[in-house]
């Protein structure tokens, strides 16, 4: 079975950082993208942030650019994300996902999903 298991959550004020970690476990997701989404109130899901399995290319939305930083241990099956510089408008649920095939910027290419962990930035 699956699982995907976030961690890394929590409250800060704009302009700190927090980090965000997901064990993957089940399979071997090394060949496999990795990424993060996330889900503010009200909005749709969106794209944060990807890395592919095997040339780790990175990919990211352009509001976050500059600011967080995707990485993965392949040995661990984790993925990360750093984020500095939090604005309040990063607030958000944010989802580990686990890419099939297909666009990284689109849900409908994700085929697993991690639990969520909430992000509250404050003004």
């Known amino acids: 079975q699956v699982q995907l298991v976030e961690s890394g959550g929590g409250w800060v004020q704009a302009g700190g950082s927090l980090r965000l970690s997901c064990t993957a476990s089940g399979r071997t997701f090394s060949n496999y993208a990795m990424g993060w989404f996330r889900q503010a109130p009200g909005k749709e899901r969106e794209f944060v942030a990807a890395?592919?399995?095997?040339?780790?290319?990175?990919y990211y939305v352009d509001s976050v650019k500059g600011r967080f930083t995707i990485s993965r241990d392949y040995a661990k099956a984790t993925v990360s994300l750093q984020m500095n510089s939090l604005i309040p408008e990063d607030t958000a649920v944010y989802y580990c996902a686990v890419y099939g095939s297909g666009s990284y910027h689109y849900r409908e290419s994700v085929v697993y999903w991690g639990q969520g962990t909430q992000v509250t930035v404050s003004s």
């Open positions: 890395m592919t399995g095997r040339s780790a290319t990175t």
